[in-house]
C-alpha cells in the first residue's frame, strides 16, 4: 500500500513563508496527478494546487502569484511554496494523488494525514 506523508506545517507570522513537503512510499507504485488541497474549520475542502507528472500546474485563482506546487518525480514529492501568508490560509493542508498499483493494475486516489498551517500574529 502507498502512503502520503505531509511535513512542513506550523505556526507562522502574516506575511510569512512556509513549505510544505509530501512524500509516498511504497512498492510497485506510479504517480499521475499530485496536489494540495486544504480545510479550515467549518469549510469544505477546497483546492489549492495540482501537478501532473509532465509538470503542468492548476493553482486555484485566488491563490495564484502567492502559491507555488512543484514536483520531484524520482523521489515521488510534491511541495507547496506559500509565501505572503494570511491568516485565512489557516487550515489543514492535505496532499492528494493518483497512484498506479500493480498486480492487478488499479489507479487510486490516496490522501496524506493532513498537516496544520497557523497563520496568525
Known amino acids: 500500500q502507498v502512503q502520503l506523508v505531509e511535513s512542513g506545517g506550523g505556526l507562522v507570522q502574516p506575511g510569512g513563508s512556509l513549505r510544505l513537503s509530501c512524500a509516498a512510499s511504497?512498492?510497485?507504485?506510479?504517480?499521475?496527478?499530485m496536489g494540495w488541497y486544504r480545510q479550515a474549520p467549518g469549510n469544505q475542502r477546497e483546492l489549492v494546487a495540482t501537478?501532473?507528472?509532465?509538470?503542468?500546474?492548476n493553482t486555484a485563482d485566488s491563490l495564484k502569484g502567492r502559491f507555488t506546487i512543484s514536483r520531484d518525480n524520482p523521489r515521488n514529492t510534491v511541495y507547496l511554496q506559500m509565501n505572503s501568508l494570511k491568516p485565512e490560509d489557516t487550515a489543514v493542508y492535505y496532499c492528494?494523488?493518483?497512484?498506479?498499483?500493480?498486480?492487478?493494475?488499479?489507479?487510486?486516489?490516496?490522501w496524506g494525514q493532513g498537516t496544520q498551517v497557523t497563520v496568525s500574529s
Open positions: 492528494n494523488a493518483d497512484i498506479w498499483t500493480y498486480a492487478p493494475p488499479r489507479l487510486s486516489e490516496t
Open positions: 501537478i501532473t507528472r509532465f509538470g503542468t500546474t
Open positions: 511504497g512498492r510497485s507504485f506510479s504517480i499521475e496527478t
